[in-house]
Structures are given as structure tokens and as C-alpha cells.
């Protein structure tokens, strides 16, 4: 098993920054890929960024050049940066990490709650 236990949330003026964190503990060895996703008010979860454990990222389109994803493995960390916020980005950000042995098995964080004011 994993926990993850996410960190950095609040409330934040339109075009404001906030700096999220993933802290992941247990049976690491079985994580490779960690990513965060978003879920608004009313609407399906839905992908932020994906960081692989060599360094390789993804960004849904939404966030591209706004947000940057990271990662210390030392510390079993992910970090989101998030620049330029708007309103809209407005949502509990959940960290995640699949079972990289077990297709289907994925972890998640209780979720931290980014609220943009406009």
C-alpha cells in the first residue's frame, strides 16, 4: 500500500501562484509515475500533469505554461507550481500514482482545495 497526503492549498487572487505538495509513503517501490488531478464543482475528475520517475512530464492543455510539475525522489515528493492562476482552476486537487505492477491499482491523496478568486 501507498499513502499519499497532499499539502499547499488555499485561496488565492486571479493570477496568484500556490505551490502543491505529494508527500508519498509505504510500499514506494511499487510507484513509479505520479501526477495530479483536478475535480471542479459539478464536473468529472479530470488530468493536471503526470511526472514519470525519470523525469518526463505531461500537461493536460488547460495548464500548459502555467503549472509545473516536479519531483524529488529522495524525498518521495511531487511538487505543482502554479502560476498565472485563473478562476477557472478553481477545484480540490487530488495527487495520484499507479500501481506499476497491478494495471487498474491506483493511489490517491484525500485531496487539497485551490480556490481562485476573481
Known amino acids: 500500500q501507498v499513502q499519499l497526503v497532499e499539502s499547499g492549498g488555499g485561496l488565492v487572487q486571479d493570477g496568484g501562484s500556490l505551490r502543491l505538495s505529494c508527500a508519498a509513503s509505504?510500499?514506494?517501490?511499487?510507484?513509479?509515475?505520479m501526477g495530479w488531478y483536478r475535480q471542479a464543482t459539478g464536473k468529472q475528475r479530470e488530468l493536471v500533469a503526470t511526472?514519470?520517475?525519470?523525469?518526463?512530464?505531461d500537461y493536460a492543455d488547460p495548464v500548459k505554461g502555467r503549472f509545473t510539475i516536479s519531483r524529488d525522489n529522495a524525498k518521495n515528493t511531487v511538487y505543482l507550481q502554479m502560476n498565472s492562476l485563473k478562476p477557472e482552476d478553481t477545484a480540490i486537487y487530488y495527487c495520484?500514482?499507479?500501481?506499476?505492477?497491478?494495471?487498474?491499482?491506483?493511489?490517491w491523496g484525500q485531496g487539497t482545495q485551490v480556490t481562485v478568486s476573481s
Open positions: 509505504g510500499n514506494i517501490r511499487i510507484i513509479k509515475t
Open positions: 495520484n500514482a499507479p500501481n506499476r505492477w497491478h494495471v487498474g491499482v491506483e493511489y
Open positions: 511526472i514519470s520517475n525519470g523525469g518526463t512530464t
